[in-house]
């Protein structure tokens, strides 16, 4: 009767949230499956060199959607080349989850960042909706600097599973309303509609800012802030797509960085690129490359700093490969790529793991989604 209660609550919930998810069902013209080339940017080499075995700093990336194939549109469309080429050390994640064999990201989410396997549309909670703690709240629990960074909604399914607890990925509102039980550094991401446009009459900017948090919605101000608390809301529910947003996500990312590093005693950080997630399901090969280079150059900007600082540790995986694309045309040299997709939703096919900097050996070979927490944990907080 539990599992036919959530169930239930998972549909209810749904209602009247196709704004929030309308990406899911968008489709893209026959013409958007061949991404026609274009410039590409550069692309640095990193040192190998690190001072440390074990990292004071993790950052872990998630590419929502990306499987092999997503990764190998980028490194051609951007002529044979990607920041995550800096990445020597590559394993695989088995995604299922506890009710499914394709998950979705919010088990997808909470498998990574609290190392348990539970159902589809669970939020930091386990398969009795129980909730379980997750990386980011035991880095916080031993004093370190912590953070969020998404594309989406900061209340979305993979960020949200690392902040908060509910039976339900649809409960936005209470998702955000759990950021304000915690003492995260720095998030940013949309979502602002849910901190102020809420059915409870609760204004949570105005609870942010009593709890020391600078609040800010323009990227460019975002930008210039180093130290301190912030609570970035770039958008009402979702950032748009990568024309109208421009550069949020590696400007996000280093921002969050910045501030983050002022902890002596390290930080744990989540990035997410988000919306490589929505060309799949929207069967676009355009769409998922812009994204996918995108994250790739937000990618660049961890290992600026990894690469100086010695102690940090960067993991680059996936929730889930969505689209199921395939790669059946392409050119290195003018970054043409087209492709083709077996289904409009997630796959269920292993995704890729990446990890650069002191530990990252523990990331190859096959492993469970959860095994990316139970590795993060033992490195950065102990056993």
């Known amino acids: 009767m539990k599992h036919l209660a959530i169930l239930l609550l998972l549909a209810g919930s749904s209602f009247g949230l196709f704004a929030q998810d309308a990406y899911m069902n968008a489709s ?12 590409s940017y550069e692309v640095k080499t990193y040192t190998q060199d690190f001072k440390a075995k074990k990292p004071k700093n993790i950052i872990l990336m998630i590419g929502d959607g990306m499987g092999v194939s997503e990764v ?23 995604t299922q989850s506890a009710s499914d064999y394709i998950t979705d990201s919010a088990a997808g989410g909470t498998a990574i960042s609290c190392g348990v396997k539970t159902y589809n549309g669970a939020i930091g909670v386990n398969t009795d909706t129980v909730a379980v703690n997750s990386i980011l709240e035991e880095a916080e629990q031993k004093g ?23 039976k339900s990925r649809n409960m936005y509102e209470e998702i955000a309303a759990d950021f304000l039980n915690t003492d995260i550094d720095v998030f940013i991401g949309g979502g602002l509609d849910h901190f ?3 059915k409870d009459g609760r204004n949570l900017v105005n609870e942010l800012k009593a709890k020391n948090y600078e609040v800010e919605t323009d990227i460019n101000t975002i930008a210039k802030v180093n130290n301190g608390k912030l609570a970035g809301l770039t958008a009402g529910i979702h950032n748009g797509r990568v024309e ?19 902890n002596k005693k390290g930080f744990f950080l989540m990035v997410e690129g988000s919306q490589i997630d929505w060309g799949g399901h929207a069967n676009s090969t355009n769409y998922i490359i812009e994204d996918m280079l995108d994250f790739d150059q937000a990618i660049g900007k961890a290992l600026d700093f990894a690469s100086k600082n010695g102690e940090t540790l960067i993991i680059v995986t ?4 969505t689209g199921g694309l395939g790669i059946i ?10 492709g083709e997709y077996t289904t409009k939703d997630h796959s269920a096919v292993m995704v890729p793991i990446f990890a650069y900097g002191p530990g990252a050996d ?22």
């Open 28 to 39: 893209a013209e026959e013409k958007e499956k061949t991404y026609p080339g274009g410039d």
């Open 72 to 94: 190998f549109a980028g490194i051609t469309a951007n002529h044979g080349k990607l920041f995550l080429d800096n990445f020597k050390h590559i394993g695989f994640s088995k």
């Open 144 to 166: 370190l600097a912590t953070g969020l960074v998404s594309t989406s909604a900061i209340t979305h399914a993979t960020p949200a599973s690392f902040i908060a607890h509910k």
């Open 196 to 198: 102020t446009k809420r």
């Open 244 to 262: 109208e947003r421009g550069d949020m996500l590696p400007i996000a990312t280093n921002t969050a960085i910045n501030i983050l590093d002022n």
């Open 318 to 321: 996936a929730d889930h490969e």
């Open 329 to 338: 045309g392409g050119d290195m040299n003018s970054g043409m790529v087209k």
């Open 362 to 383: 523990e990331f190859t070979g096959i492993m469970e989604n959860t095994d990316i927490f139970a590795k993060m944990k033992n490195l950065l907080i102990g056993k």
